[in-house]
Nanobody
Framework: QVQVVESGGGVVQPGGSLRLSCVAS???????MGWYRQGPEKQRELVAT???????NYTDSVKGRFTISRDNAKSTVYLQMNSLKPEDTAVYYC???????????WGKGTLVTVSS
């Protein structure tokens, strides 16, 4: 298993951009990686995932605005967020999913606030 640590959150105005990073303590080559978020008084929801082969999936509300990518050599996953909206305000969590044993590794999250 791996430990993951998120960074890159902050306060941004509507229409702005942020890039989140998720660094793992070990190799992520065999892990499916994902970003999730939990807004105020909301349940945690999937934002984007990227498979071990690089296939991506996005929730409808972020399609065309967010891009997930991975750098296996750096054990890092990124979430580029553009055209941010107030409704994107949430704590963003990184997840490393091991498909061999179905175990998940969660970070502690990074807060993104979109406000004017």
């Amino acid at each position: 298993q791996v430990q993951v640590v998120e960074s890159g959150g902050g306060v941004v105005q509507p229409g702005g951009s942020l890039r989140l990073s998720c660094v793992a303590s070990g190799r992520i080559l065999n892990f499916a990686m994902g970003w999730y978020r939990q807004g105020p008084e909301k349940q945690r929801e999937l934002v984007a995932t990227i498979s071990t082969r690089g296939f991506t999936n996005y929730t409808d509300s972020v399609k065309g605005r967010f891009t997930i990518s991975r750098d296996n050599a750096k054990s890092t996953v990124y979430l580029q967020m553009n055209s941010l909206k107030p409704e994107d305000t949430a704590v963003y969590y990184c997840n490393a999913h091991n498909p061999w044993n179905s175990l998940d590794n969660w970070g502690k999250g990074t807060l993104v606030t979109v406000s004017s």
